[in-house]
């Protein structure tokens, strides 16, 4: 079965597997402290172009999430996410087991929050006279892409990063497929844009072609993230595995690479599909796409695609997720179009 | 240089490297409910001797002591551990962070809570009329072997059980370097005993021949820990990635195996320097032997022999930590004794 | 000017005010130990109508909010709230604070969650596959009456009670107020009613006659709340002194004279209002009437009459919050009628 | 009986008594808005000799330790405490609730850090090349006086502000009882020094002849204290109420007269009984006295006066404490001298 389930249910690039097969017999320093991350960082801050930025490597997204926000907000402040956002529906509470509230707002249709959404919000907070008895906004958690493939442009971030600063908040972008952003023609946003509209924000491996990590990238020098990841259990003892991938990642231009096959492989389908007359439910223009077919459809796809129900729909059909990634081939993509063409 | 400075500097065993290739280009399912996952807990099961025994695979120790604790202990509980416990110094208060105090007992030599310590704790601790203005101890915290290489013996196990059932706390054991003990000759401990005096433990893989990992084990179904290690940020995405490592591990007795290598090494150094003279502070039966060497002793181990400074004395000498591990042979331990005979 | 604007902006009933100027000079056992707490508890088990109850007395609401559910609630759990609700709104992420997220339902008009609400949003929740990766609803947050005088039938609570049971969540009912729902032809709730459906609910003391306090009943003993309540800093060194106020509210029926006091003055206000064709936005049977005014009504009172601004309409009108309270007498309610009709 | 046992198991001065009789009738602004409360605060600026000072007014020390500490700390730190410190031992681990872990260092005889010992404690930290595993230490906690009546000389304090300068620390003192060791001539500690060499400290109401209620001040203003300390369930509804107590204290000295009422009377008591050749343990210069009595002469106390067992000693003596209290008269000092005299 030709799988568009899920873009983390398989190994990693091969080109990491050569990697960690190289390096496993060596010593290397503990807890990050090693050479090859301390590599992997210089080629990070190269391909964000901030010489001062300061690199973390994490294991997975939750952790990321909560770990980061938790070392940025204080204790009366909150975080304002779309209401879809991952952390406000998919993590367990992970933020609030840090003692933060997540505030939500209104997305658009592909999740993501428009920069007069934010505006408004905290005019209206500020507006109303007993804020002091509320969470305080600290910080606005956005990710790009989307849960729902949605995709920022420069603009939009440079407006909420212009709100941001009106309002003295932090600027957090969750970047778990950043990969397959980056990777679209769809939006102008670029690694060194989101290093400096952004107090931090993440380069994701999980997703886009590591076994695992994420790669935390914090505009100014942070003193304390060490001992602070360390508390939330998020500190590698074998860090160099963590610096190891993104060393790899960042070599070759494979990390680009790896999103480039999976948002080629996404938009050729949406194309073919397209042209087949199916809608979606939404648009997107990364790795993720959710068209909605027919139970005749869908049927088509049984057995022989592998797919995820996103929502089953009155009528028998349903929204459904064909998830590209770095290992989708252009074959893959003709099996599905193959099949519902039958 | 021979490498005696650290049991997790390297990467991991060559049938678990084998096995991550092998898996690498399969589909799993994700979150750890995938096949390979399933069949490494069923063998954990059996090597427990617990049937009804809940196993997770998490990514490390500091993660695992506070997620843990954190789904055992109500909000007024604390968690009694040595004072020299890596919750109580080496953690960065994860457990704190949590909600949770450490609530210190002074340990003997080799860093164990002597059972007759436990129970005069907690009598002393109900004999003060203040005690409910006081955290409430709320479970017994060990590891075995210690962070100085101290076992426990079954007896010992047994006898802070019944003190830990009088009084109504749960008993956790971290196993960070288990299998070191589970091979020493010099305690009668077995996977079984755990599995049965332990409300929950753990089976360490990062420091024990794995890349990265630890098996959770409780006693009784948990139907919560999943969600609740999903919001400590320890539940991984690619969850087959531990499972698989574990499913090594618990076939052909490969986990015992490299826990025999690491301490039957180390119990061979441990009788060679004594052969010459040397002391240990303290004694250790496990993986680690802290000897204390003259300064001539340590300049001759320089350049040749990594280890690790553990206390400086106030004659020049010092107590080092020479660390075997599953990787450590026999010519590595002829090593260190070989130059310090010269 | 007389005052409808807030129910605690002044002392306490003379009563109250009697009986601890009488104790000022007498010792008094400390930490809620006392020989007046413990009377005044035997009088709330009694008016419960439950001798197992267990009775503290914490000093204000968002206190005892986020005192009562981090007791009872798991770190993987939320409270499930009205949007609406105080919890979710006006406490500063007080609940959040100590780990858990407010699960928010969508409300009625006036602030309830209907036990439909209830039941779907549970229906759900165990209806989407990914629930284990969400917050896991453990208790429900009722407040009545609520923030905008809303009032609960027996049947409604009973109602919601079984759909708990049915889901294995804890009932938590906020009585800030009360005495004003118990004293409203408009609700058939009583104390015994609450003390049995509830697994803990809290008698409000601060907007109902007392200087500060309020009542928590639980219906089963709490081992451990003496010392969950000292953690939150909720335990009163002096105890007695909220022991005295409940002592007092519970002699002689004061606490439902006090409370009829206001629930009877809002009603013939509101009837007043009603009769001059006035509209209430929503409608309310207690002590909080919400009036739809015209600029010109609003100048009639301006100056003359003390009220809140609760929401500005486009066309200069306005909904007002007219608070009666115990100390609101028929002569107030005529000063804002008279006003109007000049 | 005459009362020795506690100070804090009565009312309050009459004067309060009075202020809170006359204000009964009174509307206040609420949440600590009010009139009486910015008199109040205004007040004690002036006493504290700094007119930029942030006062707030809080109910009791528990709350108010884990609320000031919470709120100045950042997640990774710690804050250093005498072993034998409240928030070390009888705070039901309210600061550890908060996220943060209480860093014992051994205290003197009296409770009181040491200048000395916290230098080293710090250096000690920093020479560890570990440290950033490890809390970071943060701030220090101080009582003034302590838990055992010790009392700080204006010099050590300086000291020990240098030393947190030094490290980055912020400094806080508990004075739950600062009105005894403001009025000991065993110490030239003032309101203007606190001010000066504290980040923030507080005033305590509860124990110094208010009913309830402690001053927090902070040398700088605290844009977020209001939310933070509403978060914790710390603002109290009728802030008034507190505001009042504190207007009063500071009129006409009332604070100062109180404190010198318990402390004469204490440092008389201290002279008799030393004429007895009575020993102490240990010394104390302020309102509480920790005489050593024989079993004979324990006897002759009983039933007379009330007093509490400190620690019971082999031979059948005991410590006890004989705790003075602005209630406290010569007259009973005379009762307890005469009743040993017998």
């Known amino acids: 079965m030709i799988d568009f389930s899920c873009d983390y249910n398989c190994g990693c690039a091969p080109e990491i597997l050569a990697a960690l097969t190289a390096a496993n017999e060596s010593q290397h320093a503990t807890y990050g402290l090693d050479a090859i991350s301390a590599r992997a960082k210089e080629k990070i801050r190269a391909a964000v172009g901030n010489p001062d930025a300061d690199v973390f490597f994490l294991v997975g997204g939750t952790q990321t999430n909560a770990t980061v926000l938790s070392s940025i907000l204080r204790p009366w402040e909150g975080v304002v996410s779309a209401a879809s956002g991952h952390i406000a529906v998919h993590e367990s509470g992970a933020v609030e087991a840090t003692g933060h509230k997540v505030l939500p707002v209104e997305a658009d249709a ?4 428009e920069p007069e959404t934010l505006r408004a919000y905290l005019r209206g ?4 006279d007993t804020y002091p008895h509320m969470v305080q906004p600290g910080a606005v958690y956005l990710s790009h892409p989307t849960e729902y493939g949605g995709l920022y442009s420069a603009a939009a971030l440079r407006e909420i990063r212009a709100t941001c600063d009106e309002y003295g908040l932090s600027l957090f972008v969750d970047g778990a497929r950043l990969a397959y952003a980056l990777a679209s023609p769809e939006t102008d946003v670029t690694l060194p844009l989101l290093g400096k509209v952004c107090d931090v924000f993440y380069i994701g491996g999980t997703k886009c072609g590591a076994l695992l990590g994420e790669a935390v990238v914090f ?9 602070a990841h360390k508390q939330r259990g998020a500190l590698l003892a074998k860090g160099f595995l963590l610096g190891l991938q993104f060393d790899t990642l960042f070599s070759d231009d494979l990390y680009l ?3 480039r096959q999976g948002t080629e492989c996404a938009l050729a389908l949406r194309e073919g599909l397209r042209a087949m007359g199916v809608a979606f439910r939404p648009e997107s223009g990364s790795n993720q796409q959710f068209p909605v077919l027919s139970s005749e459809q869908l049927q088509k796809l049984d057995g022989k695609i592998g797919y995820e129900i996103w929502q089953r729909l009155a009528d028998g059909s349903a929204v459904i997720r064909l998830c590209a990634s770095w290992r989708t081939t252009r074959e893959d993509v003709d099996a599905v179009l193959g099949a519902l063409r039958v």
Chains 1, 2, 3, 4 share one sequence.
Request: net charge positive.
């Open 110 to 113: 592909c999740g993501r929050i």
């Open 125 to 128: 907070f500020y507006a109303d």
């Open 257 to 259: 690479r790896l999103g």
């Open 219 to 227: 505009r100014r020098s942070q003193k304390h993230f060490f001992t």
